[in-house]
């Protein structure tokens, strides 16, 4: 598996292989980076530079190492994954693999589990079959319980010697502060627009940058959350879908305007892109009676700042604290209560009491 990181994750990489190279690391550490900006593939690359036999400085190399972690069959690498009950059952939530494509999809039921993390303890104290060293990689370290980590806890503080474990977690504040306060720390920000709709034109070719420019608002500026949102036909679809929500919010939000146009619109977007939207909107808001120029605020710029300014600040965080509750939904939900739900959200935010 031959690949070249992303742009933004050469900085971090290169933090890790000068600390690594310079002998700065302890034994453990954390990249934290949000979901969608190749986390996964940074962890791999810094696994494979420390266990490279070379010692290069996590360049392409033909060792047996770097081969072996590329045919994702090196004896002194493994990765631990979250996972659920059936995952666990079935011995999923350990592999020599270098990473898979849902490593950043994790649903609620999964966790990083004790006995995983007991059997990589037990792997890093074997000893190593290529004389290098050995290295685990947590791939959702957040998830991490505070009973597993105790279980595990003198690995952290007393780690077998030439041994490495990489966690990848999407914020440090989310991992436990046991793990935290043992480990070197490098952060993964998001790039800048510019080189995220760069990225993106790029990898789609003919991207209209107004596109471009709404799908890393609605992917928190993540390159690669952009990507899945404008690939293929679907992702056609779900822009076109944005782009016609807002055009129908934008009449509602008219004094005289009418909510229904608009909940037909936003209820025509799956629930969880409908709430990403309409957050990305109450914050940009927030953010222009600020003083924020409108050209740095990609969703509102769609719409007629005119009408947006009237909105009370009141309203506009009320709204954001209810907008939780269009997240999903139940079987018990009547049809119709979605629509009568955003119908009364919107005529909340211009302020109106009638559904």
């Avoid at 007393?158 to 977690?169: D, G, H, K, W």
């Avoid at 952009?226 to 008219?254: M, P, R, Y």
Wanted: contains cysteine.
């Amino acid at each position: 598996m031959n690949f070249a990181l992303y742009p933004w994750l050469k900085e971090p990489f290169e933090t890790f292989v000068s600390a690594l190279s310079g002998n700065r690391l302890p034994g453990s550490v954390i990249f934290s980076c949000p979901n969608g900006l190749g986390g996964p593939s940074l962890a791999f690359a810094a696994a494979r530079a420390a266990l490279c036999l070379d010692h290069k400085d996590g360049s392409a190399c033909a060792c047996r190492s770097c081969e072996l972690m590329n045919a994702g069959t090196h004896p002194d690498y493994l990765r631990v994954r979250a996972s659920d009950a059936a995952m666990a059952h079935d011995g999923l939530d350990l592999t020599h693999s270098p990473f898979d494509s849902d490593d950043e999809d994790v649903s609620p039921s999964r966790v990083v589990r004790i006995d995983a993390l007991r059997q990589m303890s037990s792997f890093l104290n074997e000893s190593a079959s290529l004389g290098r060293g050995k290295c685990a990689v947590i791939s959702e370290a957040q998830l991490m319980r505070q009973d597993a980590a105790s279980a595990v806890l003198k690995t952290f503080e007393e780690p077998p010697q030439n041994t490495l474990i990489i966690m990848m977690a999407t914020s440090l504040d989310l991992m436990l502060p046991t793990i935290l306060s043992r480990a070197f720390k490098i952060q993964v920000h998001v790039p800048a627009k510019e080189q995220g709709v760069a990225f993106i034109r790029q990898s789609l070719g003919n991207c209209p940058d107004e596109q471009a420019s709404l799908a890393l608002c609605l992917a928190g500026g993540a390159p690669l959350g952009a990507l899945d949102l404008l690939k293929g036909d679907e992702g056609t679809s779900q822009i076109a879908g944005v782009l016609a929500a807002l055009s129908a919010f934008a009449q509602a939000l008219d004094a005289h305007g009418a909510a229904d146009g608009a909940v037909n619109a936003l209820l025509k977007l799956s629930p969880d892109l409908m709430v990403r939207v309409l957050s990305e909107f109450v914050l940009e808001d927030l953010k222009y009676k600020a003083g924020v120029r409108i050209e740095r605020l990609p969703l509102l710029a769609l719409l007629p700042c005119q009408k947006t300014a009237l909105l009370s600040a009141d309203h506009l965080m009320n709204a954001y604290r209810t907008l939780q509750t269009f997240r999903g939904g139940t079987d018990l939900m009547p049809p119709r209560a979605p629509a009568a739900m955003m119908r009364a959200w919107v005529n909340a935010l211009k302020g109106k009491d009638v559904i």
